[in-house]
């Protein structure tokens, strides 16, 4: 179902992705892949489907999920356990079962993963060892970017993967696109990842007319009749988000109206709580993007001008640009020629009415 709140897993429940889906049944024939967007635009849902249409053998790990908020850490272990988790799966499949059984790779439930760094290391490459002799494997980490806080350097296993295990595609997704960019490295000499090749895919939130379109199907596959204002009006308040249009379309079959407001509410608490982890790394990223949420766009010295009315102090500009390239890294802005605007709605509603 278009509505449905979890990530899709099937192609007949994308909508209007068809050239991203094509884009990214090719690129998985290289080494490593790059699925990138904005927050809630559709990414996981995007590759679960592609991959679930080809009956290939894949793991999923939300990189996300087993990221320690308070520690700021993901734990070598938690990585672990998730790939064991997914040899798991796979293994109801008999000819991988074959192949770990040969790769002297048992597999045990609960697992223990009380291991010291380096045979949690070890075992990591073992089970991707195991991995790669299953003829074609892809691995996708979803929000990969938190894999920058790893407690184990991850790039060398990555490049070791890269350089020889054909078998594995890796696939990487990012809403923070350019942290991402800088966890792998392919730029930055002193990666271990410099130089690799991978292909890249953007997933850019709806059109307008785009984000119509997929309301009126969504409903249509309700049963539900809605009117174009109705449509026009959650629209022009929740842009091309695909996660707020997902969450307007289930909350209007039963609250009409009121469901926009509602989906507001929820999306501002959701957003806050992201922007106050954000904010405690630096004492002006509050400022900037009130600035640019007061402005709707905002230019590098109307943001300036801002910041030191509110903080009193006289600041550098590489301060102030410094800060706005990273919440740009981060995915909460983007650049447009001289302006800064705020990509989601929902950041917005949050900035001005709760800060």
């Known amino acids: 179902m278009l509505f449905s709140a979890e990530p899709k897993d099937s192609i007949k429940d994308l909508f209007d ?6 884009r990214f049944k090719d690129a998985l024939n290289q080494r490593m ?3 990138l967007g904005v927050r809630r635009v559709g990414k996981s849902s995007l590759v679960l489907s592609t991959l679930n249409s080809l009956n290939v053998n894949y793991i999923f790990i939300d990189v996300r999920r087993i990221y320690d908020n308070v520690a700021k850490k993901v734990q070598a272990e938690r990585l672990y356990e998730e790939l064991y988790l997914g040899l798991l799966r ?21 697992i223990k993963v009380k291991l010291p760094v380096e045979e949690i290391r070890s075992n990591i490459l073992r089970i991707l060892d195991g991995l790669n002799e299953l ?10 970017q938190y894999l920058r806080y790893l407690t184990i350097g991850l790039r060398l296993i990555l490049a070791h993967v890269y350089d020889y295990m054909r078998g594995i595609t890796m696939v990487f997704t990012g809403s923070e696109v350019g942290l991402l960019y800088d966890f792998i490295g392919v730029e930055d000499p ?3 990842l410099y130089g ?14 785009e984000s119509k379109e997929f309301l009126r199907a969504g409903f249509k596959e309700l049963g539900v009749s809605v009117e174009e204002y109705v449509i026009d009006r959650a629209v022009s308040e929740l842009d091309g988000i695909v996660g707020w249009l997902v969450y307007f379309g289930r909350l209007y079959v039963e609250k009409g109206m009121d469901a926009l407001d509602e989906v507001k509410a929820l999306g501002v608490r959701m957003v806050k709580r992201e922007l106050d982890e954000v904010f405690a790394r630096s004492p002006y990223y509050r400022y900037i993007m009130k600035a640019i949420a007061t402005l709707g766009k905002a230019r590098w010295r109307n943001i300036m001008d801002y910041v030191m009315a509110q903080t009193g102090r006289r600041l550098t500009n590489a301060t102030i640009s410094r800060d706005l390239k990273n919440l740009v890294k981060m995915g909460f802005i983007e650049r447009q020629g001289d302006e800064y605007r705020i990509i989601d709605p929902m950041v917005r509603y949050a900035m001005l009415g709760e800060y």
């Open 190 to 192: 002193g990666s271990e």
């Open 90 to 110: 796979l293994s109801r499949r008999e000819r991988v079962r074959d192949v770990l059984a040969r790769s002297g790779i048992s597999l045990e439930y609960p």
């Open 17 to 22: 992705r068809r050239v991203e889906v094509e």
């Open 196 to 209: 690799r090749y991978y292909e890249s895919i953007e997933l850019r939130p709806f059109s307008v007319e």
């Open 33 to 35: 892949v790059l699925v």
């Open 135 to 144: 003829g074609r494997v892809i691995i996708v980490f979803d929000e990969a």
